[in-house]
C-alpha cells in the first residue's frame, strides 16, 4: 500500500494532556430553555451565564503518559464534575466544547445526587 492510501485510511486522534496545574474540561451545554419553556437561540443561555458547567476529562500528571498508574498532580479527581468562570481558560482550537483550565479557575465542584439525598 502506498503511504498516500494509508494516509487516507488511518484515522489520526489528538492527545491532550494538561501540564502544571491544569485539567481538561469538556464543557456540558446547559438546557437552552427557559423556566417558562421558551427555546433560547444558541449560545444566548450561556452569553448570559457568570459561570460554566464541565467535566474533567484529563488531569495533568507527574509524566507525561496516559498511563492510569502516572499520579495526578491536579488535585482535581479525574471525571468529576466542575464550575468555573466562563472566561477561564483556553479553548481547544479543533473543538470549541475543550478547554484546558488553571486549578485556580475552578469555582466547585460539583455531584448530582437523589432527592432523598439532598441537604
Not at 474533567?56 to 479527581?77: C, F, H, K, W
Not at 479525574?78 to 479553548?91: D, H
Amino acid at each position: 500500500m502506498s503511504d498516500d492510501a494509508e494516509s487516507t485510511t488511518s484515522k489520526r486522534h489528538r492527545l491532550i494532556m494538561p501540564l502544571g496545574l491544569r485539567v481538561l474540561v469538556n464543557v456540558l451545554r446547559t438546557e437552552e430553555r427557559t423556566d417558562s419553556g421558551l427555546y433560547l437561540p444558541a449560545g444566548a443561555k450561556e452569553a448570559s451565564d457568570d459561570a460554566l458547567y464541565g467535566k474533567v476529562i484529563e488531569v495533568a500528571r507527574d509524566r507525561p503518559t496516559t498511563d492510569e498508574a502516572s499520579e495526578n498532580v491536579s488535585g482535581v479527581p479525574l471525571n468529576a464534575f466542575v464550575l468555573f468562570r466562563k472566561e477561564a481558560g483556553v479553548r481547544v482550537p479543533w473543538d470549541d466544547r475543550l478547554r484546558v483550565i488553571d486549578v485556580k479557575d475552578i469555582l466547585a465542584t460539583v455531584e448530582e445526587v437523589d432527592d432523598a439525598d439532598a441537604h
